[in-house]
T-cell receptor
């Protein structure tokens, strides 16, 4: 079993739709949870990060962490064609811990 | 934000040759840099963690003699793929961490696409 599981998609939705992206994990020691966006043939860029459980909102993006279920989500509201990319979740065990463990990434396409 | 560059962005080489990839932090000092490999439609897999002035720490299953990492300064780390073979063809991405910060303070380079013929 992989430490982090993420549905690779592809996921295709119409412009303006609400997108839900999810990851599950098995390592209960994970404390930090990140979402990265990666455009084709580019390096990942950090979208959002959260510590422990709860919600965090930044503009059209909302990240949720449910540690009891070992489940994290990223919601994108009012999706735009420019949001089309691969979204990767990543996790780390804690402050000072260096290793990020990534999910497989979900390829998302927003259709105009 | 912090900027990380990689050079070259793409390289094609013959089987058996060695290839060097550079990773630079442009506007900050990075005591720790990381090297990842990403195969098509797959996730980033950490290969090694590189600390300035010391030997790199390799992940299980990564051959240290094949993937040589040097971190000679606070702004430069290099990955050399020695005696490259077609199965080494992949997207290599480095990241650099700002100070002793939280995990989210890793900044990624744009990646280097390696094709071994």
């Amino acid at each position: 079993q992989k430490e982090v599981e993420q549905d690779p998609g592809p996921l295709s939705v119409p412009e303006g739709a609400i997108v839900s992206l999810n990851c599950t994990y098995s390592n209960s020691a994970f404390q930090y949870f990140m979402w990265y966006r990666q455009y084709s043939r580019k390096g990942p860029e950090l979208l959002m990060y959260t510590y422990s459980s709860g919600n965090k909102e930044d503009g059209r993006f909302t990240a949720q962490v449910d540690k009891s279920s070992k489940y994290i989500s990223l919601f994108i509201r009012d999706s735009q064609p420019s949001d089309s990319a691969t979204y990767l979740c990543a996790m780390s065990e804690g402050q000072g811990a260096q290793k990020l463990v990534f999910g497989q990434g979900t390829r998302l396409t927003i259709n105009p | 934000g912090a900027v990380v560059s990689q050079h070259p962005s793409r390289v094609i080489c013959k089987s058996g040759t060695s290839v060097k990839i550079e990773c630079r932090s442009l506007d900050f000092q990075a005591t720790t840099m990381f090297w990842y490999r990403q195969f098509p439609k797959q996730s980033l897999m950490l290969m090694a963690t590189s600390n300035e002035g010391s030997k790199a720490t390799y992940e299980q299953g990564v051959e240290k003699d094949k993937f040589l990492i040097n971190h000679a300064s606070l702004t430069l780390s290099t990955l050399t793929v020695t005696s490259a073979h077609p199965e080494d063809s992949s997207f290599y991405i480095c990241s650099a961490r700002v100070g002793q910060g939280l995990p989210e303070t890793q900044y990624f380079g744009p990646g280097t696409r390696l094709l071994v013929l």
